[in-house]
């Protein structure tokens, strides 16, 4: 076969078979296909798109460049399942759900990555604490889930290695946004990670990839024919990213949050906890440990309750070369901006509406995420107790607390939030945060 034969096929709007599509990822992977050709396939399937068989082949295929691990020598005594979300501002919920899951009797490999652009990533929060390895090899991976019940880290050299170089092509290329390019991406590591079942969050919303309902469900709707296609039962729900989830953005700060979330210390965010115990009850479904989605919620509520759930997040920790005390004294172990200062309102009223992406944006510029991909995070900002929308307040009373390395930064970041969150006289009509659930 030629690459440039089958580029100009995809180009032309012809469908690929799986055996040229297994070619091209073995260029990809080995080298054999020029970046010039890389591009050009992507930039083609940015513009052609690709059949549910084209998606399951590139899937597939994807997976297959590397290692597949597989879970069933170690005779794990429950299933394993996993959980990916498409991304948000705030969204903290892999922290928790992960050691909920596993409270329950899941076992769950999370392989999560960093954050990008206005969104924050699984890692860099679990970066913020002294200690915490993001990056064991293989073999410590499945002693810690085998042991504690779950993992969260991040992608291994060895795993899906084809979509490393098609992805870091894609995003200099102007190819991110391909639904059928996500959709193999998201799926060929989940595939490779050996797992059962998939719960998937996609966002939608000012602060999330997808800003329109059509194209949250197109996502969807295509994550879950592939995954099942390609053997992997999943199930979709959609999620409300109109506004901030959860009370805190920023690295350090949410891990504060999902700490306390864990152990129960003041009040649940209702959002954050709504969309966490959605996904749990789907994923001890997905793993035949309940019988319905509702019975797999009470199940995760019962182990949050009686601070199993807490247990697990701790032992995690530990086991992944954080500190062992990590749970009780969380404050010691993770970095403290040197400035922090509310962010009052300018005027009385109702928050009517909120701009997701901009708030992530503003901690971006704190610091708290990368302009360019080699860019070091300072884990210690970000913003605390955002208020909610169809929040009351009064001029002068806090919208948010900055958490900034600077007073200059700090004064930039009070600005961009001010901005970001708009007050109304009348209290606005909230759109529920699980907005549809998408099976096969």
Excluded at 47 to 56: D, I, K, P, S
Excluded at 76 to 101: E, N, Q, R, Y
Excluded at 294 to 315: K, P
Aim: charged content about 20%; overall charge negative.
């Amino acid at each position: 076969m030629l690459p440039q034969e089958i580029i100009r096929k995809k180009r032309d709007g012809g469908e690929l078979s799986a055996d040229e599509i297994t070619f091209v990822v073995h260029g990809i992977c080995d080298g054999s296909l020029s970046e010039g050709q890389v591009a050009a396939f992507a930039m083609a399937v940015f513009f052609r798109g690709m059949t549910t068989e084209e998606r399951v082949a590139l899937t597939l295929g994807l997976a297959r460049s590397g290692s597949m691990l597989d879970w069933r020598g170690l005779a794990l005594p429950g299933p394993v399942v996993d959980k990916h979300s498409s991304g948000g501002v705030g969204d903290k919920v892999s922290l928790m759900l992960a050691p909920i899951a596993a409270a329950c009797g899941l076992f769950v490999p999370m392989i999560s990555g960093r954050g990008l652009g206005h969104t924050g990533g699984t890692l860099d929060k679990l970066s913020a604490i002294s200690g915490y390895d993001t990056q064991p090899d293989i073999d410590t991976f499945r002693k810690v889930v085998r042991q504690v019940g779950c993992a969260v880290i991040g992608q291994t050299d060895d795993l899906a290695p084809a979509d490393r170089r098609l992805y870091a092509t894609r995003d200099v290329t102007a190819t991110v946004e391909s639904i059928p390019l996500i959709v193999s991406s998201i799926l060929s590591k989940k595939v490779a990670e050996g797992i059962e079942g998939l719960a998937m969050d996609v966002k939608c919303g000012s602060g999330a990839f997808c800003d329109t309902e059509a194209m949250a469900r197109d996502l969807a709707e295509s994550l879950v024919a592939v995954a099942n296609q390609a053997g992997l039962p999943t199930v979709a729900l959609i999620t409300d990213m109109d506004c901030v989830l959860g009370r805190n953005v920023g690295n350090a700060v949410e891990v504060v949050e999902a700490v306390e979330y864990l152990k129960g210390e003041g009040t649940r965010e209702p959002r954050l906890h709504e969309v966490t115990m959605a996904l749990a009850g789907e994923m001890i479904t997905l793993g035949g440990l309940a019988p319905s989605a509702a019975a797999g919620r009470a199940r995760a509520e019962a182990a949050l309750t009686d601070g199993r759930a807490a247990q697990v997040f701790g032992r995690m920790v530990s086991a992944l070369g954080g500190p062992d005390d990590f749970l009780e004294h969380s404050g010691r172990y993770l970095a403290h901006a040197p400035v922090i200062r509310p962010c009052n309102a300018e005027q009385s009223g109702y928050v009517v509406g909120m701009n997701a992406r901009e708030i992530g944006i503003a901690v971006v510029a704190l610091g708290g995420g990368r302009a360019h991909a080699d860019d070091a995070i300072d884990p210690s900002v970000g913003l605390t107790d955002v208020i909610e929308v169809g929040g009351r307040v009064r001029a002068g009373s806090p919208l948010c607390i900055v958490h900034a390395a600077s007073d200059s930064d700090a004064d930039a970041a009070i600005d961009a939030v001010r901005r970001a969150i708009r007050i109304g006289d009348g209290a606005p009509t909230q759109r529920p945060v699980l907005m549809e659930r998408i099976v096969q």
